[in-house]
């Protein structure tokens, strides 16, 4: 438990195995593809369509690796087609089902934006999770503090915070605790290693 009687926002769960890079690891660290009808590889984000999964690591050097090496082919045991983009088009994915998921929590009271909004939880210990937009005003981001014993996402751009809100940009968010939350930072964590900057997410702890 965190302060405030908040609880753990991920467990480990099941482990799978990377095919580019051989390591095992807990499988909200990984992304799941199967083969299509037509032979396509596809990404299976949900975790939910039929056939075999095959694991790659949310890294997008691990992910162009397979697709370089033709590592999906060997782990079917078939021939694939693999869309040259694959690694832009699953990092475009992650985005939506991010920007989906705060939109969901916005809706039930989970989630606010703006300045004043997000330090007023942040100050009263409701915020679990602090996201800022990655090209907003480093000045400005750096009034605010992860809430202690939470989490901090800024690899989300301020046009796409905006499409969670319906707003043409958004620079602060802030996310209550419950399982919409929790989803968040799971597929946050699998978007940052897609993308080239993590936003300064190690920075103001507490």
Request: net charge positive; hydrophobic share 40%.
């Amino acid at each position: 438990m965190t302060r405030g009687g908040k609880t753990k926002l991920r467990d480990d769960g099941p482990e799978r195995k990377c095919i580019a890079t051989g390591e095992v690891q807990p499988k909200f660290g990984l992304i799941r593809f199967v083969v299509g009808p037509d032979g396509q590889i596809v990404p299976d984000l949900a975790e939910k369509l039929p056939g075999r999964g095959i694991w790659v690591s949310a890294d997008r050097a691990a992910l162009d690796k397979a697709v370089a090496k033709n590592l999906f082919s060997r782990s079917a045991k078939q021939p694939v087609q693999v869309p040259a983009d694959l690694s832009a088009q699953v990092e475009q994915m992650l985005v939506r089902r991010i920007v989906d998921l705060i939109s969901l929590a916005r809706k039930g009271g989970g989630a606010v934006a703006g300045y004043e909004k997000v330090k007023d939880w942040l100050m009263k210990d409701y915020a679990e999770v602090l996201v800022q937009a990655s090209d907003g005003s480093g000045r400005g981001k750096s009034k605010l503090s992860t809430p202690y014993g939470g989490s901090f996402i800024g690899w989300l751009t301020a046009d796409e915070l905006g499409q969670a809100f319906g707003r043409q940009t958004v620079i602060h968010v802030a996310l209550g605790a419950g399982g919409l939350t929790r989803r968040v930072v799971e597929e946050a964590a699998r978007l940052k290693g897609l993308r080239a900057s993590d936003g300064g997410s190690d920075r103001r702890k507490g």
